[in-house]
């Protein structure tokens, strides 16, 4: 299978190439321009282009038979670009390609009551799940993969969202009381590459199927930091909207079509994740 990637030198992108390639696939990457994050493999073709670049890789795009979007687009003042996202999709619009989308599932605000199924296409409360719809309404051969807090691997965002100025200035006792969905890269990677062979269609959450508490979470990162004699860095305000979430929710569809994690448990991870972060 010929696999065309956006996203393919970010965090996740990365990954989901690595997990490609090993299952004998060929991967497209699309990158903005070349990097080190894009040495780290002589296999992916590199496709040098700005998302919104059609022109560029239409014709390479085309002789795919699978398109991956992970990529992320932020603009000068850091929000993320909301227009090109859409423009992409609709630019896809009358493709007959798989077409995976990357959503997120920390998009919407949702009570620890209600589990927050696979199967469902949401109001469109946040930008993501509108362009979602519009994917999973534009497409006849589309899926939608939702990342939980994603952790492990290389790169990644976790430890500068939950960085030690941040963990340490909590109050324990004045942490809400939220559930936090978390998902291994090589997990992720692995559900994108189940979706793409078996051309699964439908909404797949990326979790681990854990019931995690937020506490918990925050009181393992302190350990780890504890351990490592880090005991203060800059504070990461992202964290007060994770804390706004709690979220209980199902990895049942993505079982049903093969596909296990196997990484369990963050608390057991936590100090081989963090060691691994900062790896080149």
């Not at 696939?25 to 903005?32: P, Q």
């Not at 309404?137 to 100025?165: C, E, M, Q």
Request: with cysteine; aromatic share 10%; glycine share 8%.
């Amino acid at each position: 299978m010929r696999v065309f990637l956006t996203g393919a030198s970010g965090y996740v992108g990365r990954h989901v190439a690595i997990e490609l390639l090993s299952r004998g696939h060929n991967v497209v990457g699309l990158a903005r321009r070349h990097s080190e994050r894009t040495k780290y493999s002589s296999i992916v073709e590199w496709c040098i282009a700005d998302l919104a670049e059609f022109n560029k890789y239409q014709a390479v795009l085309e002789d795919c038979d699978c398109v991956i979007h992970c990529a992320m687009d932020y603009s000068d003042a850091g929000s993320e670009n909301v227009e090109l996202d859409e423009r992409f999709i609709e630019h896809l619009s009358g493709s007959s390609q798989h077409v995976i989308y990357t959503g997120n599932l920390f998009s919407t605000r949702r009570d620890a009551t209600s589990r927050f199924l696979e199967t469902q296409e949401l109001d469109p409360i946040n930008w993501r799940f509108k362009n979602e719809n519009l994917v999973l309404r534009s497409f006849k051969n589309r899926a939608v993969i939702r990342l939980g807090f994603v952790y492990g691997g290389t790169g990644g965002y976790l430890w500068d969202i939950l960085s030690a100025g941040t963990v340490f200035g909590m109050i324990p006792d004045e942490i809400p009381s939220v559930l936090w969905p978390m998902i291994h890269i090589r997990d992720a990677a692995s559900l994108y590459g189940t979706v793409a062979e078996s051309r699964a269609t439908g909404v797949f959450h990326a979790y681990d199927g854990l019931l995690n508490r937020a506490s918990e979470i925050i009181e393992s990162v302190k350990s780890v930091y504890k351990d490592s004699g880090i005991l203060d860095s800059d504070p990461h305000d992202y964290v007060d909207g994770l804390l706004r979430n709690s979220i209980q929710t199902t990895n049942e569809r993505s079982t049903s079509i093969g596909w296990y994690p196997r990484f369990s448990n963050f608390n057991d991870q936590a100090s081989q994740s963090f060691r691994e972060s900062s790896v080149d």
